[in-house]
Every structure is written in C-alpha cells, then in structure tokens.
C-alpha cells in the first residue's frame, strides 16, 4: 500500500491532519499525525481515531503501523 493512500485515508477521517508517512517496504509504516482534534484526548483515543480510518487496510494490507499523535501546540513544543 502506497504512503498516499494512507494519508489520504487518515485526511478523509480527520480532514484537518498534517500527516506524514514514512515506510521502507509497503507493508510497515510510520504515521505522524498533527490534528487539533486531539486537544483534550488521551493517546489511546489520539490513536484510536487514526486506526478507525484504517480499520480493513489494518486487516489485509498494512503489516504494521507506529503512530505518533499530537496536537498543533504538541508539534511545536
């Protein structure tokens, strides 16, 4: 799976992501994810919202996924 179609998934579900996806082989990726929609969640909810824009690519095409989530005043600290 291409790093584009991840994003584009991710943006489709939280319209106001910075997203940057880095891979080596199309099949483990590491996702960062800057959103004002995180304000006030825990982590586990941050990441929960990133996975549910995911949820059948996790099934079959995305072997693994690291995430960092954080808020716009998190990514400039």
């Known amino acids: 799976m291409q790093p584009s179609a ?17 891979t080596n082989d199309n099949i ?17 909810k941050q990441h929960r919202l990133v996975y549910n824009a995911l949820r059948e690519e996790l099934k079959v095409k995305i072997h693994a996924l690291q995430l960092t989530t954080k808020t716009p005043e998190e990514s400039t600290a």
């Open 28 to 44: 483990h990726y590491h996702a960062t994810v800057i959103s004002a929609r995180f304000k006030g969640l825990s982590k586990l």
């Open 6 to 22: 991840i994003q584009t998934l991710i943006q489709n579900e939280i319209p106001d992501a910075k997203i940057t996806i880095a």
